[in-house]
């Protein structure tokens, strides 16, 4: 388990003058920064700690609350902007037989749907169930940040 396997929450601290990373399923898991790239790099850390400690004592962190699950009925619906045998490739899924299970409209399997919703996720996007006319409350705006190498996703609260 990594820290890509979270939600990822950066907030902005106006009376304290700097940006909040926090892991919501992860109560104590939190670290600051000056700049929301700072507190990420910053929460790496502290996650990568708390994950040891927790090896150490034999006990485990709790699982991520994640993504949606990915459906064929949810995948069916982004199959004009992405590429489904290249999703599927990624996520090491056989090309055809997804292809044939939303098709037929068959229920994936929970490992597929789990390994689609991973790979989803590691390109920064997300599957989320917003619907029409939805809103998001206050400032609160998705940040998505790609990087090739380790593809990071972030909540972000922007300044008032």
């Avoid at 990373?21 to 850390?45: F, W």
């Avoid at 949606?68 to 290249?86: F, G, N, Q």
């Avoid at 299970?101 to 996007?125: D, F, M, N, V, W």
Wanted: hydrophobic share 40%; with cysteine; proline share 5%.
């Amino acid at each position: 388990m990594t820290i890509r396997d979270f939600q990822v929450k950066i907030t902005w601290d106006a009376e304290e003058k700097y940006y909040i990373a926090e892991i919501p399923d992860i109560l104590t898991c939190s670290a600051d920064g000056s700049t929301a790239a700072e507190a990420y790099a910053n929460l790496e850390e502290t996650f990568a700690v708390m994950k040891e400690a927790h090896a150490e004592n034999g006990t485990s962190l709790p699982l991520p609350s994640g993504e949606p699950e990915v459906t064929t009925e949810s995948l069916r619906r982004v199959a004009d902007v992405l590429k489904i045998s290249k999703l599927a490739i990624a996520s090491k899924i056989n090309p055809q037989t997804l292809a044939a299970k939303l098709q037929r409209r068959t229920a994936l399997k929970p490992a597929e749907s789990l390994a689609l919703s991973r790979t989803i996720h590691g390109y920064g996007l997300r599957m989320g169930h917003v619907q029409a006319g939805s809103t998001y409350p206050g400032n609160l705006v998705e940040m998505r940040t790609v990087d090739l190498g380790t593809a990071k996703l972030a909540r972000r609260t922007l300044p008032a």
